[in-house]
């Protein structure tokens, strides 16, 4: 998962409704960007000043941005139909996620097109299941 972006040497992370008013209350600003003519935000706030002099002090804003991505991605999964089954895990990926198709074709289609697009996805791998040694239900 992705949480932060840096725009022109200044650190923006991700805020959402949970967190938004934490961002606000420490003066932090949010990102704007011009786009057909209007200026636009998106959710992710400038990290506090101080913050980003100290570990110890980053440590509790990088927390409320994971926290903000991984609720976005959850509440997205959800809505994927192939996705039978998600695992948070403890690993060098986020996400385990268990999905089902057709054929490959269709599986290509879902992973590029719905998988891919998730909140906060900064890459995905595959890994195909080529038989069952044991299931317990």
Same mark, same amino acid.
């Given at each position: ?22 961002? =606000? ?41 994971? =926290? ?6 959850n509440r997205a999964v959800l809505t994927v139909p192939e996705v039978?089954?998600?695992? *948070? *895990? ?39 299941? *080529? ?7």
């Amino acid at each position: 998962l992705f949480l932060a972006l840096i725009i022109e040497e200044r650190l923006y992370l991700k805020t959402d409704p949970h967190n938004r008013a934490r961002f =606000e209350a420490a003066g932090c600003e949010p990102f704007r960007y011009e786009a057909r003519g209007k200026t636009q935000t998106i959710s992710y706030f400038s990290a506090p000043d101080d913050a980003m002099e100290s570990p110890v002090l980053m440590q509790p804003w990088a927390r409320l941005a994971f =926290e903000a991505a991984l609720r976005a991605f959850n509440r997205a999964v959800l809505t994927v139909p192939e996705v039978e089954q998600c695992h *948070m *895990m403890a690993s060098s990926f986020d996400y385990l996620l268990k999905v089902r198709t057709s054929d490959i074709q269709s599986y290509r289609r879902v992973l590029g097109e719905t998988i891919s697009t998730l909140p906060h996805v900064a890459s995905t791998s595959t890994y195909v299941a *080529m038989e069952a040694v044991k299931e317990v239900f």
